[in-house]
């Protein structure tokens, strides 16, 4: 057996943050530079926007064929939000880490946590942290015009998913765009390297220690 | 408080090999890309050999000084190896460690398990793996003018080496020299980044949850 050949199981990726920590753009560098990562691409009960595309950006599905994919145990996480329902399908997932291949997760403390009860050992969860509270909000101000009460809202609703920050192996805080992507691509590495992920290790091994 | 005073907590960085898969040559590397990054100089009992500088490459002690310091609690773990004595002192790590300052060891497996039971949470451990039998016996045939006895010596420790490797968090398999120094670094970036390690974390994090 050649160690060209050696096997390993693929990882899930999640990445939390507050909005306007910089967690998508990271993500959308990642994807870009790295061919062994995926995104999940998730099922949704809400209307397609303009430009959306069926099985890239969502799969759109009715409200009962979302409610029988809970029924058959055929999502990983989902939950309610604004009214329409979004869930990560167990399929896609349960092959692409048999097949080392990563995928990539853009969600929050709920979902992760639901995914935490599954599938923990192929985990890696990374929480984003803005420098600081003022760059967050110029950053929330910035990209919106959400009036005064909206960006205390976006403030608050950032402090409570920052709450749960200890819940995540690796945190960055993203003061710097460039470097944050260099250390989530890091930490990718790292947990590719380690050594519970490898499956195929104890053959490769045996066929170092066999007398000749 | 801000991002750029927050204080992790320093990493013990073991690589074990068997010798011939490239340990030295990576640790090496490290040290010459990372400032964070310092090698534990030893105690030993053995003579200087020619060249070697006391307090760089090792310091020099007699053995009545050296049984004095295991007597003290003073060495993190300790070995005799061809009738003389090494050991890792406890101090100039403990400082390190609280200095956010990583220190790269180059030990067997069993410094390794001595340094588990003493500082268990600062570790992170590497095995390096050659890529095949023939090629750590090719390496090993390069770098001495030793006789087939000798070499099926070596191979017979390499192999008693090697059965260790699931003691370990990270396999590197050293096929390409380059790519297994950029795969260390990145172990070693991705730890730095862990949550755990960063002692200033809570209190950080409060400055970014504040209500202003």
Do not use: C
């Not at 409200?63 to 990560?88: I, P, R, S, W």
């Not at 923990?120 to 919106?144: G, H, K």
């Amino acid at each position: 057996m050649s160690f060209l050949h050696i096997k390993r199981r693929g990882l899930l990726f999640i990445l939390s943050s507050p909005s306007g920590a910089g967690k998508t753009t990271i993500t959308r560098a990642l994807l870009e530079q790295d061919n062994q990562l995926k995104i999940s691409v998730s099922y949704t009960t809400r209307q397609p926007r303009p430009g959306e595309v069926d099985g890239q950006d969502y799969h759109f599905v009715s409200k009962d064929e979302f409610d029988q994919m809970v029924e058959n145990n055929q999502l990983l996480e989902h939950a309610k939000v604004f009214g329409n329902y979004y869930g990560t399908p167990l399929m896609p997932v349960e092959k692409a880490l048999a097949n080392s291949q990563d995928i990539i997760f853009d969600i929050d403390w709920q979902g992760t946590q639901q995914l935490k009860q599954k599938l923990v050992n192929d985990l890696v969860t990374i929480f984003v942290l803005p420098p600081s509270q003022q760059e967050l909000e110029r950053r929330l101000r910035a990209r919106q015009q959400d009036d005064d009460v909206i960006i205390r809202e976006r403030m608050k609703k950032a402090s409570d998913e920052i709450s749960h920050y200890s819940e995540y192996d690796y945190i960055i805080v993203n003061h710097d765009l460039s470097r944050s992507i260099a250390t989530a691509q890091a930490i990718l590495e790292a947990e590719r390297s380690k050594r519970r992920r490898i499956t195929d290790l104890p053959n490769f091994v045996r066929t170092l220690m066999q007398e000749n």
